[in-house]
């Protein structure tokens, strides 16, 4: 219907239809009007999926009109006036240096390091091939004849062709490069050329002992690897060699050696010798830079001024210190300029101040004869940070002869944060701190848990100290004899007791002692007698082999009364575990089933009244004894719930006191 309307309403009557000879005519003409305009719209729609665009035929058109500026998106924009600067820029490194870009690009110092790179590596790479010996050893390769069934055709056999250097048998290698003077008139100084530092590659050791190794092989290649540098000869001004020719002897006058001759040395020297002493005359040029005095002459000193003054302070507070006193002390005008000057020659950013924290007065100024002045500095930092600058203060005429023609001032600032900001700093510091410790302490805690289980604790053949009895220290003490009566031993103490003298000490169990005392005796007769009286006691014990110590432990029934009194209270109180655990257990799954139980009742005889938690609690705490062990006879032993883990808990219980008995067994067995 929508087409239909479109139709009448936009296209022209037909006459079919105004005249309305005949009705099937009409018709028909409408159906083929409205097949046209279908095909139609859809011919369009798949030339414009293809890309098929009709140009109009008027003289408008998209190229004669401006584009406007923010007819497309403003990162394109940029993107194109980059472009466009960069031709720019192109096009007059191109015309002053009249080189294309890629040679431009091939002498940067990135390009040169990776060019020697490669040249050493192919000088290495010809001297392995062009080896007598590898190019004896090698042998070509033939790909054998075959019959391609692609094109029924018969391929013949196919030899390599070996590269034109293993050919010859030599190579001519070119060294490329420029020399650093033609280097420097082509891209300025080597300050401007970017980083000369050669690569480690070339510099390493490796490299120098692969290279004395392949030396007779490189020779083969090349006899000799050119210096580039040393290729171009560099002429000097006689004017320069003049100048710089007296180095040497430097002519430096200080404040001490002006002021040291006085009044009264003068008026002495003139009553001694009745002459009149002129007055020095002032020289034509002279500079005071602080303590330091230069007087201008044929030479000039090689000597110069380099200052370095620190300030420190807290954010929005300033501190002013002088810095340099200048005096002149000649005849002429000086002029003075202060030039600054980066701090670090190659990072000019690093350190740079931002907010002007050094305020002085850096203007060109002159000083004329006798004139001096004070240079003071400002130091007024707005945030906690490092600031350094260089200034250098330029004199005409010049009176230094060095590098540096200039005073050098160093200016280093260092703005620290306020104490309240540093402790607050802090405290947040420790807080993190600690909180990172407790959780360390946690997790190595854990993690030593853990490793419990794993450490297995050595084995020690005697865990505890045992004192020796008085037979075991006489059998030890006097080897050969075994005593295993302490009657013995008592008759041995009686012998020494008669023996000894009054302050002298108890006996220690040796038989030598025993022997000395017996010896010391006056009396002939007594030796005699307590000879055989001590020989009578020890004939019962000589002879015998004494009881090793080993068989006294293994032999000894004490360790086995300890091992089961150990044994009966590890299972008495197992025993007893074990009951209260089945208590635990009993009285849990009652509280449970009768809470069930008291629920079905309660819903039964109230209907949704409120209050249920509170007077289920009420009927289980006037549960008695006799009440739950109805319930547990009745109906909780019979629940497999309860029977499975009545049998788990005692499994578990029963293993580990098992182990206990078992380790308590294998100690008291060591032991």
Known sequence: MALNSFINEFSPPSSATLEQPDLTLGRTGLMVHNRHI?????????????????????????????????????????????????????????????????????????????????????????????????IMHRRERVLPEYFDCSTCQQVQELRETLPKAERDGEKIVEITGLPSVTKEELLGKPKEQGGNKKSDWLR????????????EDLERVIEFYPDIDKLQVVGESFDKMQTLRHNADILYVGEEQIHKISQDSICEQNMQTGAVVEQPSQPDCGVRINEHVFLLSEKRSAKYVELEVRFECEPFEKVVKRVLHLENLGKKVLSFEWVHRPYYDKNSNLLKGCDDEFIFENKPFRLISGEYMDVVVQFQPRRADITKQKWMLKIDPQFFCRKVDAVVVRLSGKCKPAPEYIGKIHAVQAEVLEKSNTKMVRQITTRLASLTTLIKPPEVICPYKRTLTELELFEFTNPGYRCERYHDIQLLKELHQRLKKPREPAWDLNIETLKALVLRQESADKRALYFNEMISILDQMRGKPPIEFEEKILDNTE???????????????????????????????????????????????????????????????????????????????????????????TYTHLCNFIEDIVSVIESTDIV
């Open 38 to 134: 279908i095909m139609e719209l859809v011919n369009r729609i798949f030339d414009n999926e293809r890309g098929n665009v009709e140009l109009s035929s008027s003289h408008c058109s998209s190229v004669a009109k401006k584009s406007s500026e923010y007819s497309y998106d403003n990162r394109l924009k940029y993107w194109k006036d980059v472009l466009e600067q960069r031709k720019r820029v192109q096009a007059s490194i191109q015309e002053k240096t009249g080189k294309e870009p890629a040679q431009v690009l091939f002498n940067r110092a990135v390009t040169v390091d990776e060019r020697d790179k490669q040249t050493v590596r192919r000088l290495m790479d010809y001297a392995e091939r062009l080896n007598p010996l590898t």
């Open 204 to 215: 390493s050791k490796v490299l120098e002992q692969r290279i004395g190794e392949k030396r």
């Open 559 to 649: 360790r086995e009364r300890t091992c089961y009194v150990y044994v009966r209270g590890i299972i008495s109180a197992g025993i007893d575990e074990w009951e209260e655990l089945t208590l635990t257990i009993e009285e849990a799954f009652l509280k449970v089933a009768w809470k069930e139980y008291m629920e079905i009742q309660y819903t039964q005889s109230e209907d949704g009244a409120g209050g249920d938690a509170e007077n289920i609690e009420l009927l289980l705490n006037e549960l008695d004894e006799d009440e739950i062990k109805m319930w547990l006879v009745k109906e909780l032993r019979h629940r497999k719930a309860f029977r499975d883990t009545l049998y788990m808990q």
